[in-house]
């Protein structure tokens, strides 16, 4: 075969996607390849219970977003019991919502399905074989899980069957240490029917009885009305280039071409990268196009992204996420729910509000970058409320700049939160007005996103994150 690329939030997960590009897969295969094994490599950041989309563009041209996000549950009756969990998220702490009156209808197997029955290539054995392999032999945490599951702590400790996973002998896995979890290999093993069980079978009547007993709004209607969404991809112009990136009823995508527009309107292809002309074009776009965001933020801390192109053009661009986690982990699966309802971007008040069935919006925003018809870049992030800035800046360096897609990655950046400008080292100050509040990170960090991006000839991952970018021969 030719050359390929593959780009992830875990060595392992890369792993995983381009040993399905060698067997013969295309880069769809590879895709959900490298989502079902993330679920043991970076098991804090996304699951089968999770939510999230995949942007494919085929090397015919055809584009197709997957929404296989979170629905709202709720049509079973119930007030919701939301565990309150706090956070020490840098130099404060952050309050989340758990437990079982926090978790949405998943779809993230149901999404990761529909892709490989739609576009896949390979039996879907060989495309999850690779996780199972990684789910019975363990995998040591990394140094970014580590960290995670530190800031998680009391969620990943908040049952007796997550604590048995995360903390064996009462203390959470530190870095290093083997991860394994063999419920999860049996249940992967055991597709699609052991999916569709979660939907419409015994472990669908599990969880509403599991729910009912506990406070829960996720019922076995909501389960079986679940569906993946198929939808045509928000498309723009930047620089000459073509964007396809994810539509309403998420917001992400919007995001994105609104920071990228204010970019151009503000000239930054004119400046130098790291100058203070650079930096007051930059701050000056974040901070009217923040002042144009009205709430949610963004249902997508605990969130992981991959890209694949495949030596054929396919490229694929995923984007999934599991909040933070509600603690429960669905009996015999070995995999936990999400708590997108306890997400307080969405939900400040810490309750659902929205209509039982819909779709929760999200702001993250799975992305590909066309110059004519090839692919310069199939990116994305993990990263809340940076999600659309981290993206932005990646293409910026890219098409303004003609930056490789891993120096593009590594370039500081900077984001407006409302109030402060938050600056990674390497930026010149000197572009703020006098009397803007700076906050100095010490170094490149995580809350800055995590963009993980392939292109022609081209690959990147952001450390910031753990990633992971190969290239396939």
């Known amino acids: 075969m030719g050359t390929a690329f593959v780009a992830s939030g875990d060595r392992r997960t890369s792993d995983a996607a381009a040993h399905v590009l060698r067997a013969g897969g295309n880069a769809f295969d590879a895709a959900v390849a490298g989502g079902f094994a993330a679920c043991v490599a970076e098991p804090t950041l996304t699951s089968?219970?999770?939510g999230g989309f995949l942007l494919a563009?085929?090397?015919?041209?055809?584009?197709?977003?997957?929404?296989?996000?979170?629905?709202?549950?709720g049509r079973a009756v119930g007030v919701p019991h939301l565990v309150e969990v706090t956070v020490p998220f840098g130099p404060a702490d952050q309050v989340f919502h758990a437990g079982m009156g926090?978790?949405?209808?998943?779809?993230?197997a149901a999404g990761w399905l529909r892709v490989h029955e739609r576009l896949g290539r390979l039996p879907l054995g060989e495309v999850v074989a690779p996780a199972v392999e990684l789910a019975r032999g363990g995998v040591p945490v990394s140094a970014n899980q580590a960290y995670v599951l530190g800031l998680l702590g009391p969620i990943m400790m908040l049952t007796p069957e997550a604590a048995g996973l995360f903390a064996p002998g009462g203390r959470l896995l530190g870095e290093g240490e083997r991860f394994a979890n063999e419920a999860l290999a049996d249940f992967l093993e055991g597709l699609p029917g052991s999916s569709e069980s979660i939907y419409r079978g015994?472990?669908?009547?599990?969880?509403?009885a599991d729910m009912g007993g506990a406070d829960g709004l996720l019922g076995g209607d909501d389960l079986a009305r679940y569906r993946v969404v198929e939808r045509e991809p928000l498309t723009f112009a930047y620089g000459g280039r073509t964007v396809l990136t994810n539509p309403r009823p998420s917001f992400g995508g919007e995001r994105v071409r609104d920071v990228l527009g204010r970019f151009e309107k503000a000239g930054i292809g004119a400046t130098e990268p790291g100058s203070a002309a650079h930096l007051a074009a930059m701050i000056g776009a974040l901070r009217s196009a923040h002042d144009r965001w009205a709430s949610p933020g963004g249902c997508d801390r605990g969130t992981t992204?991959?890209?694949?192109l495949d030596s054929e053009g396919n490229a694929a661009s995923m984007t999934t996420s599991n909040g933070e986690g509600c603690g429960y982990i669905v009996p015999g699966t070995g995999f936990m729910l999400n708590n997108m309802?306890?997400?307080d971007d969405l939900h400040p008040r810490g309750a659902p509000v929205d209509t039982p069935g819909e779709r929760i919006a999200s702001g993250m925003a799975p992305t590909i970058v066309l110059e004519g018809p090839r692919v310069i870049a199939a990116l994305g992030s993990g990263g809340s409320k940076r999600i659309a800035m981290a993206i932005a800046r990646v293409i910026s360096e890219v098409v303004d700049f003609g930056c490789p897609l891993q120096e593009a990655i590594d370039r500081p950046r900077a984001h407006w939160d409302g109030g402060v400008a938050q600056l990674e080292p390497g930026i010149d100050e000197a572009g703020l007005d006098a009397g803007t509040p700076v906050n100095r990170w010490p170094e490149l960090n995580m809350y800055f996103g995590g963009v993980n991006a392939v292109g022609e000839g081209d690959c990147g991952a952001d450390a910031r994150r753990g990633g992971c970018a190969l290239r396939v021969e």
Do not use: K, Y
């Open 48 to 50: 089968p219970g999770g």
């Open 57 to 73: 563009r085929q090397n015919s041209g055809e584009a197709t977003l997957f929404d296989f996000f979170t629905d709202a549950p």
């Open 102 to 108: 926090s978790a949405a209808t998943p779809g993230c």
């Open 202 to 208: 015994e472990l669908a009547r599990r969880i509403e």
């Open 305 to 308: 992204h991959v890209s694949v």
């Open 341 to 343: 309802l306890g997400e």
